[in-house]
T-cell receptor, first 113, second 115 residues
Framework: GQQLNQSPQSMFIQEGEDVSMNCTSS?????WLWYKQEPGEGPVLLIA?????ELTSNGRLTAQFGITRKDSFLNISASIPSDVGIYFC?????????????FGQGTELSVKP | EPEVTQTPSHQVTQMGQEVILRCVPI?????FYWYRQILGQKVEFLVS????????KSEIFDDQFSVERPDGSNFTLKIRSTKLEDSAMYFC?????????????FGSGTRLTVV
């Protein structure tokens, strides 16, 4: 099936450290998205990527759309306690007309003050 | 900022009962979606809906499920004869068009607990 493999599954870091997580797929995606989810809430969009090779920043967050269109990474620099949450990658397949998103399994981030 | 609103926030139901989860999408959006997230797992696509019909559905979205836009503002997910394994967070989303660069927004979800 259409799978996004996201790693790592969880991270425990010290405040101020940088974080990196990534998603890979055996299929080509024409859009990559990174979401953050906090307990009891829906996913909130952090960064959207639409072109292969695109590198986009949103404050301390940087994400890239892989050249092969089969992967993406998200970096968080100088982490702070409010970065805690679950980060999901999501993709939209090439040719998909119905707007369906496929999600990765999530990376749970814990930040120690 | 425009929001997708879901009600109720939490629903508890007896196994075998029918439930209706409600969503109010963003007003100028034309595409509507339901996703499901079982506790501790990833978000899974259930169905997309456009122009009063289903555009795409996943294997999860079997005959037990149905969607409807009963009026100009609401979008509902009905689950008939609920099972224990239907317990999950259900998220509604909407977008202006099918692409993710058209304001694709998720609601805060309804936690469904089947007992």
């Amino acid at each position: 099936g259409q799978q996004l493999n996201q790693s790592p599954q969880s991270m425990f870091i010290q405040e101020g450290e940088d974080v990196s997580m990534n998603c890979t797929s055996s299929s080509i995606f024409n859009t990559w998205l990174w979401y953050k989810q906090e307990p009891g809430e829906g996913p909130v969009l952090l960064i959207a990527l639409y072109k292969a090779g695109e590198l986009t920043s949103n404050g301390r967050l940087t994400a890239q759309f892989g050249i092969t269109r089969k992967d993406s990474f998200l970096n968080i620099s100088a982490s702070i306690p409010s970065d805690v949450g679950i980060y999901f990658c999501a993709g939209q397949r090439q040719g998909n007309q119905g707007g369906k998103l496929i999600f990765g399994q999530g990376t749970e981030l814990s930040v120690k003050p | 900022e425009p929001e997708v609103t879901q009600t109720p926030s939490h629903q508890v139901t007896q196994m075998g009962q029918e439930v209706i989860l409600r969503c109010v999408p963003i007003s100028n959006h034309l595409y509507f979606y339901w996703y499901r997230q079982i506790l501790g797992q990833k978000v899974e696509f259930l169905v997309s809906f456009y122009n009063n019909e289903i555009s795409e559905k996943s294997e999860i979205f079997d005959d037990q499920f149905s969607v409807e836009r009963p009026d100009g503002s609401n979008f509902t997910l009905k689950i008939r004869s609920t099972k224990l394994e239907d317990s999950a967070m259900y998220f509604c989303a909407s977008s202006e068009y099918a692409g993710t660069n058209y304001g694709y927004t998720f609601g805060s979800g309804t936690r469904l607990t089947v007992v």
